[in-house]
């Protein structure tokens, strides 16, 4: 069974593509197990964000893995394939090592996508699809990551998405102080959003999400209002500010409610961050005049701050990932040896058990005990020695040299003079 990593990301993938192969939370679950049981993959854990789409599989071969994908969101393997990366055993460990710790993200060093990849596993194991290999693996990637943050800069500086909507609109809006500000959705990201644009203290804050409960909760955090979502119509023209982020799979502000606010608010510029994958505005909206709007895609743009020192973070942090990488496969190829080991025991066992009722019945025969224990120690020497003399004897040429240095290493022999 081997480790494999497919999938593709913001270095790979424009935000049309991704946005078409993310997966909503509904149906992770199923496609858990339909990935696990209409393929050769035996453990799987998906991790879908706004940036990336990724399957972390083991399995015996891969290939079937990017069919199930292309097939599962009914997207023509010729048009996914471009854009998509695969990773056997080594590549694949070390990339998601890589992605946990925040070398992989859009924003360097960004924390939120720990907690991403540890929600990944956590659907993953409700949905039995976390086998031993996997479990192990995700665990030693919390670990790795864990040290990364606590032992290098990687985090110092760090732009979030959070912070950068946040940066966005400062260059639109003089003082934020005046502003009001939409927030749609009340998931981790809207949750970073708002303690960002609460410490930037705008004029008003309002949430809407689907789930009035949800929208409560984050409201009381920050001093917030809510709204029901499904009067972003008719509120709209009163926000300057709008950001939104739901697993919604068709967009919840369309062209039109916007050219709607555009008029109302009479041309008063506003801006609009789309942080969802798929998209939660139109894509439309951002042609409109007095609007801008911000994708994920576009926030990589503002990541300038901090930059040299975080680099030099990046070299002690892939420092640490190789060496935990080594670690691993380490594990791995003792964990192929057990059976291995298992069966050589079993053996020396049968062996010992043959040679003790041997002596037992010289024993109770009245044989001397002196010469019941020689013949004892010799029978088991040489039943113990008779494979790898035979290795040695049958061994030929190079092989014959080789089968020494083997033989060697085994019985840990000092080397022939």
Not at 9 to 24: D, Y
Not at 240 to 254: E, M, N, R, Y
Not at 261 to 282: N, S, T
Request: charged content about 20%.
């Amino acid at each position: 069974m081997q480790l494999y990593a497919l999938g593709l990301n913001h270095h790979t993938a424009p935000l049309a593509i991704r946005e078409r192969v993310a997966f909503q939370p509904e149906r992770l679950d199923q496609a858990l197990q339909d990935l696990t049981r209409t393929s050769s993959v035996r453990e799987a854990a998906i991790l879908s964000t706004c940036n990336r789409t990724e399957l972390y599989f083991a399995a015996e071969q891969p290939q079937h893995a990017a069919d199930w994908l292309s097939g599962f969101h009914q997207l023509p393997l010729n048009e996914l394939a471009p854009y998509l990366y695969s990773h056997p055993q080594r590549e694949a460990i070390r990339h998601v090592f890589r992605v946990a710790s925040g070398l992989d993200s859009m924003v360097l060093g960004e924390p939120q996508i720990l907690g991403q990849v540890k929600e990944a596993v956590r659907r993953a194991e409700g949905a039995g699809t976390l086998g031993t290999l996997l479990h192990k693996l995700f665990q030693s990637t919390f670990a790795v990551a864990k040290e990364v943050r606590s032992t290098t800069a990687i985090g110092a500086n760090t732009v979030s998405m959070a912070a950068a909507a946040v940066h966005l609109t400062e260059r639109i809006f003089e003082r934020m102080s005046g502003q009001h500000v939409l927030f749609i959705g009340a998931g981790e990201m809207i949750e970073l959003c708002a303690a960002h644009f609460a410490g930037a203290q705008p004029k008003s804050m309002t949430v809407a999400n689907r789930t009035e409960e949800r929208a409560q909760v984050l409201a009381g955090r920050f001093g917030a209002q809510t709204m029901r979502i499904e009067m972003i119509g008719d509120m709209l023209p009163r926000f300057d500010i709008v950001v939104s982020c739901t697993a919604a799979p068709l967009p919840i502000v369309g062209l039109g409610m916007v050219e709607r606010a555009v008029k109302a608010r009479r041309h008063r510029p506003m801006v609009m961050v789309d942080l969802a994958v798929p998209r939660d505005i139109e894509a439309e909206v951002g042609g409109l005049d007095d609007i801008f709007l911000y994708t994920v895609d576009d926030l990589a743009q503002v990541v300038d701050a901090g930059m040299e020192s975080r680099q030099q973070a990046v070299v002690e942090a892939e420092g640490i990932i190789n060496t935990r990488v080594d670690g691993f496969l380490h594990w791995m190829q003792a964990r192929d040896a057990v059976p291995i080991i298992r069966t050589l025991r079993q053996h020396a066992e049968t062996v010992r058990e043959g040679e003790v009722e041997r002596a037992l019945r010289l024993l109770a025969r009245g044989d001397d005990p002196q010469q019941v224990l020689e013949a004892l120690s010799h029978g088991l020497t040489n039943k113990l020695m008779h494979g790898p003399t035979r290795f040695l004897n049958q061994s030929e040429g190079e092989q014959h040299a080789e089968a020494g240095r083997i033989v060697q290493r085994l019985f840990n022999l000092p080397p022939n003079h």
